[in-house]
């Protein structure tokens, strides 16, 4: 089965750090883009972040740009996103979502992780 | 950044009826646009790609259509499974962007 799986998310203060992973299973992991996709409490969908196959071109939203790192290790089939001087305007769902083959919509999604971040 | 704007933010239809919902770009897009559903606790799922392919399993009662700036998103013969939110992408520019979605409720 095609699978995207999130795990990293949790409570953090304002200012401080998380890594957030993404396993994926059920298909060749390094022929595929991938993004992190973020929705806050009661609200719609921000695009996050992407990567390209190799790991050598990233980019980012700007709410999130020189904070955020995106990165992948093809070896272990996984995708990371490395949160840095967390907001409260960071609190969401985090998803991880491949982009189709040879289209650039988002075909699998992950079933998201939590970050809330609090004092 | 190109902003996508969804009409209308919310459509009553009853089961069976046809559910028309439009996305509109600030600039044109190609064809480089996509509709994914989502229902409360899910992740959202690709629907269309490429203004009107449908994803895989995707049941043909979903239709994409439109170009440039102007797109549409129609379901025939709305089933109950079909009630949810709606968002639209463009993924032709960075950053990629999202509608604010619209949400299809039972009427």
């Known amino acids: 089965e095609v699978q995207l799986v999130e795990s990293g998310g949790g409570l953090v203060q304002p200012g401080g750090s998380l890594r957030l992973s993404c396993a994926a299973s059920?298909?060749?992991?390094?022929?595929?883009?991938a993004n992190w996709v973020r929705q806050a409490p009661g609200q719609g969908l921000e695009w996050v972040s992407y990567i390209t196959t190799s790991g050598s071109s990233t980019y980012y939203a700007d709410s999130v740009k020189g904070r955020f790192t995106i990165s992948r290790d093809n070896a272990k089939n996984s995708l990371y996103l490395q949160l840095n001087s967390l907001r409260a305007e960071d609190t969401a769902v985090y998803f991880c979502a491949r982009d189709g083959y040879h289209y650039y919509a988002f075909d699998i999604w992950g079933q998201g992780t939590m970050v809330t971040v609090s004092s | 950044e190109i902003v996508m704007t969804q009409s209308p933010a919310t459509l009553s239809v009853s089961p069976g009826e046809t559910a028309t919902l439009s996305c509109r770009a600030s600039q044109g897009v190609r064809s480089n646009l996509g509709w994914y559903q989502q229902k409360p606790g899910q992740a959202p799922r690709l629907l269309i790609y490429g203004v009107s392919t449908r994803a895989t399993g995707i049941p043909a009662r979903f239709s994409g259509s439109g170009s440039g700036t102007e797109f549409t998103l129609t379901i025939s013969s709305l089933q109950s499974e079909d009630f949810a939110v709606y968002y639209c992408?463009?993924?032709?520019?960075?950053?990629?962007?999202f509608g604010q979605g619209t949400k299809v409720e039972i009427k």
């Open positions: 059920g298909f060749t992991f390094s022929n595929y883009e």
């Open positions: 992408q463009q993924y032709n520019n960075w950053p990629r962007t």
